[in-house]
């Protein structure tokens, strides 16, 4: 049965894919670009990379499924610099708990542009006021687990963006489908007392597949006084409003598949301290470039995490081709501390633990984007 619900939703999800991804001769004509915005602190830091195995609320962004590997309770809050140098802020904010044997989850991605001067035609230069854009996202997603190796998970979004004259919103969905597994059994003896004394030396699976679709939904259109004009027809004395008819625009829909493999680089049998996962993701996008990511990230026990990653696409070395502010290159770290559980001797419970993120992504022109992340999860 899980290999028919596995293969099944493998198919479905890049046969939809498929229709929707036809790269980037539509570049530009899409609406909510925000949507391809990564503001997690952790994931960011390897791109967009690890599809295939990024977990709890971060999953939100690029693989809902990874929602279903949260244990009890999770808590996280994300603040992004956004292209230093425009004053653009990024705040997000993640929950999720679990449920049986799935978990649900809601976040929340709203963005802080800043004060931007109201202009005329007859006040080219402003100086009547200022006005403030709005853009945020809110998700409610749930993923369940098949088995330990299966998972599978569905997200619908909510979008806005408004102005105080012209204002949209919208309903999109994403689905996704992690595999993971182990290749090589633990095998231990009686010298590795820190397999059970030690759960941050606990082995987690090798290797990991994942597919997911996002932005999947109805096309949105703009409204609002913004959209009429004031103007004398035909010569008449009197003044008509005229309302413009604004375009259809459609959600950034893309498709993600990804692999990852953690090597184990601990020489002593049956010692997990050191991991080197090594992940990769094609993204093929339905109004801009594909992408083939490459990312890195090594742990120490669990505790210190370092990252980097190069997000690929055609023309991006050069400044005359490149699609975008993004030069491809990406790099984080993470502290993540286990919280000590009274009354157990002193032993750490590794799944309550409280993490720190931060990520660096470059870009040219500007100043880069920097990202600041806090986890917590509790059982």
């Not at 198919?11 to 570049?27: C, K, M």
């Not at 590997?69 to 999720?96: K, P």
């Not at 184990?264 to 996962?277: A, I």
């Not at 370092?306 to 690929?312: C, E, Q, S, V």
Request: proline fraction near 3%.
């Amino acid at each position: 049965m899980n290999k028919i619900i596995k293969y099944t939703a493998v198919a479905i999800l890049v046969s939809i894919g498929n229709l929707y991804a036809q790269g980037p001769v539509r570049a530009g004509q899409a609406g909510f670009t925000q949507l391809l915005i990564n503001g997690w602190g952790k994931s960011s830091g390897m791109g967009n990379s690890y599809s295939a195995g990024v977990t709890g609320v971060e999953a939100f962004h690029l693989n809902i499924a990874g929602l279903a590997r949260i244990q009890g309770s999770e808590l996280g809050f994300s603040r992004t610099s956004w292209l230093g140098g425009t004053g653009i802020n990024i705040n997000t904010f993640g929950f999720g708990q679990s449920l049986g044997g799935g978990a649900l989850g809601i976040s929340v991605m709203s963005f802080s542009l800043g004060q931007i001067p109201i202009t005329t035609v007859a006040q080219p230069d402003g100086g009547i006021g200022t006005y403030k854009p709005s853009i945020s996202n809110i998700n409610v997603g749930y993923a369940y687990s098949f088995s330990d190796q299966i998972s599978a998970g569905i997200n619908m979004k909510v979008v806005s963006e408004s102005t105080p004259d012209v204002r949209t919103s919208g309903v999109g969905f994403d689905a996704g489908l992690q595999f993971a597994t182990e290749l090589i059994k633990d095998v231990t003896t009686k010298k590795t007392k820190y397999l059970s004394d030690n759960p941050a030396a606990k082995r987690g699976s090798d290797i990991r597949f994942g597919v997911s679709i996002k932005n999947i939904g109805p096309d949105l259109k703009y409204s609002g006084d913004g959209l009429a004009t004031k103007s004398n027809i035909n010569g008449n004395t009197f003044t008509t409003t005229t309302s413009q008819r604004a375009d259809k625009t459609q959600l950034p829909s893309l498709i993600n598949v990804g692999l990852a493999y953690d090597f184990r680089l601990d020489k002593k049998v049956g010692m997990y301290w050191h991991r080197l996962t090594t992940a990769m993701n094609f993204t093929n996008n339905s109004f801009s470039s594909n992408q083939t990511s490459l990312g890195f990230e090594y742990a120490y026990k669990e505790i210190l995490m370092l990252r980097t990653a190069f997000d690929y696409e055609k023309g991006i070395f050069n400044y005359d081709t490149r699609r975008t502010a993004y030069t491809g290159v990406c790099m984080g770290a993470s502290v993540q501390i286990p919280l000590a559980k009274k009354g157990d001797k002193g032993k750490r419970e590794n799944n309550n633990t409280i993490g720190i993120d931060y990520s660096y992504r470059a870009t040219n022109p500007f100043s880069g984007t920097h990202t600041f992340g806090l986890r917590i999860n509790l059982d």
